[in-house]
């Protein structure tokens, strides 16, 4: 399966993919966006019938590929000696008994009107919940980045004592050594200018340079961010900040431990 968008105009800025009504139809008959339970983020099924469900125009998906059930490896080979990772990539019965089909990890959306665009939302488990709500980590980054200051943005959701969730923090990198009071003001309206209220980031993590969190393969990782969450004692030389009445201001040790006392509640 693949996807592509030769983009003209302003129309598709920022789909990964654009089709037409009869590339689409060959298109979602190989691959489709699969509805996910957002308790989970796993494909959501029907208690009924066990079945799941594909996801409508405009809402978020995990986008799977067809395989032929009956002979896989012709069309995926899988993980070299690693069966277990092999497997966890195949789904079976999801619309009928006995089908077949390759989970891509990628959370994307159709667009809900006929201009067929194609748009990358987020890795499955990237995106976290706060305030009830499902936060695509992909999504915050975006709108972070446009920000002149901001050389990388790493969005990832931390667990915070005495608080359901995971709240939003951002590993950062600037165009600049140090953030001034100035720049952290305006990364804040910026961002809640741009953002829903829950995606705002409650913390920054500003790191030296940029693609200290990045693979070979130009993919964020954020395991290591999480498990080290704004604890100042894991978190190294970098500088802290939070979202205190509107603006960012330095989050230290004594704010982490009135975190910990349940003393602050976000």
């Known amino acids: 399966m693949g996807a592509w968008n030769r983009s003209r ?6 789909a990964i993919g654009r089709y037409g009504l009869f590339s689409r139809a060959f298109i979602e008959f190989r691959s489709t966006l699969v509805a996910l339970d957002p308790e989970t983020d796993q494909p959501w099924r029907d208690p009924a019938t066990g079945f799941c469900r594909k996801a409508g125009r405009g809402e978020t998906g ?3 590929a067809r395989l ?3 002979d896989i490896e012709s069309r995926f080979q899988g993980y070299y000696g690693n069966a277990d990772a092999t497997n966890s990539k195949i789904m079976r019965d999801v619309f009928s008994r006995g089908d077949a089909w390759f989970r891509s990890g990628d959370v994307m959306r159709w667009e809900g009107v006929g201009d067929g665009r194609l748009f990358f939302s987020d890795r499955i488990g990237d995106t976290y919940r706060w305030k009830s709500e499902n936060v695509s980590t992909a999504e915050v980054a975006n709108v972070l980045g446009t920000h002149p200051a901001v050389q990388e943005a790493n969005v990832y959701g931390v667990q915070l004592p005495h608080h359901d969730g995971r709240a939003g923090c951002v590993a950062i990198a600037f165009d600049q050594p140090a953030p001034t009071p100035e720049l952290l003001a305006s ?3 910026h961002s809640k200018a741009s953002l829903p ?3 705002v ?3 920054l993590r500003v790191v030296k340079e940029v693609g200290l969190q990045t693979t070979g393969t130009n993919k964020q990782q954020k395991h290591i961010l999480r498990e080290e969450g704004v604890d100042p004692g894991k978190t190294g030389a970098d500088q802290l900040f939070w979202l205190k009445d509107g603006i960012y201001v330095p989050f230290r040790v004594n704010e982490w431990n009135e975190l910990q006392r349940g003393a602050i509640k976000l």
């Open 62 to 64: 995990e986008m799977i």
């Open 68 to 70: 032929p059930s009956d």
């Open 187 to 189: 990364l804040a309206q």
């Open 201 to 203: 980031p409650l913390f």
């Open 197 to 199: 209220r829950y995606a």
């Open 9 to 14: 105009n302003s129309l598709s800025k920022g």
